[in-house]
């Protein structure tokens, strides 16, 4: 004999219920998108970049800082040195030429003790007279001579100073920095400086050549009063004696 058994309907859903659940599948979970937080990522990364970016201007200006740098601190590729040197040894060699009479006070002393004395004495004979007088005119001579020859050394020096001054007024003008436009500068105040030179040895030459004429024009009015003291003192001194112009018929 078969038994059937009735189940309550409390149990009977609630087995219905474990059966259902059972029966249905498990649903994927489902990602959330959060804005503000998506935001402020962004506006980190941008804080970020900004960053970065500044550190690369920065690293720029500092490399443009160093060229300059460089650029201030470069030398003149162009200098006068050697023909500056070159120019004032030639004027120093002219004047070391000069005749007789140098530019030298031990050499100018003894030659004014010798050849331009203050008086002569009443002894002094024609032949030293007549010496003295040959010598003097021989320096004052030699004196123009070398002033010529220092004005002519003058002059052929400032070819050479004027293509000096245009390649470093060019050199000034194209300098990439300071150092450069500095240097150039000096070095047109050398070549002036070399002019000053110049100047200074042609005064000197044209100085000593009229100091010479002078004092051969002075020791000659002496000379001369030497020579007449002489003339009138010689025996019984000068006796007019009366002269006949015309033959008497």
Not at 48 to 55: G, S, Y
Not at 61 to 78: E, R
Not at 195 to 224: H, K, M, N, P, Y
């Amino acid at each position: 004999m078969i038994r059937t058994r009735v189940l309550s309907p409390l149990a009977g859903g609630i087995a219905l219920l474990s059966l259902s659940a059972a029966a249905e599948p498990a649903h994927a979970q489902i990602a959330v998108f959060d804005a503000s937080n998506f935001a402020e990522n962004v506006m980190t990364a941008a804080r970020e970049l900004q960053q970065v970016n500044n550190e690369i201007q920065s690293l720029e200006n500092q490399a443009t800082m160093l060229i300059n740098q460089a650029k201030n601190l470069a030398s003149l590729p162009y200098s006068t040195l050697a023909q500056l040197d070159q120019s004032i040894n030639q004027t120093q060699q002219l004047l070391s030429q000069a005749q007789n009479i140098a530019y030298d006070v031990t050499t100018i002393d003894q030659a004014f003790t010798e050849v331009y004395p203050e008086t002569y004495s009443s002894t002094a004979s024609s032949a030293q007279l007549e010496n003295d007088a040959q010598t003097r005119w021989q320096n004052a001579r030699a004196g123009y001579e070398d002033a010529m020859n220092v004005q002519a050394g003058v002059v052929q020096n400032l070819a050479t100073t004027h293509a000096e001054v245009d390649t470093l007024v060019s050199s000034s003008q194209a300098a990439e920095g300071a150092l450069q436009a500095n240097q150039a500068g000096n070095q047109i105040l050398s070549v002036m400086s070399g002019q000053l030179a110049d100047v200074t040895a042609l005064i000197a030459a044209q100085g000593r050549a009229a100091a010479l004429a002078g004092a051969a024009d002075t020791e000659s009015q002496e000379q001369a009063q030497t020579e007449l003291n002489q003339f009138l003192s010689t025996g019984s001194g000068y006796q007019p004696q009366p002269v006949e112009m015309f033959h008497q018929q």
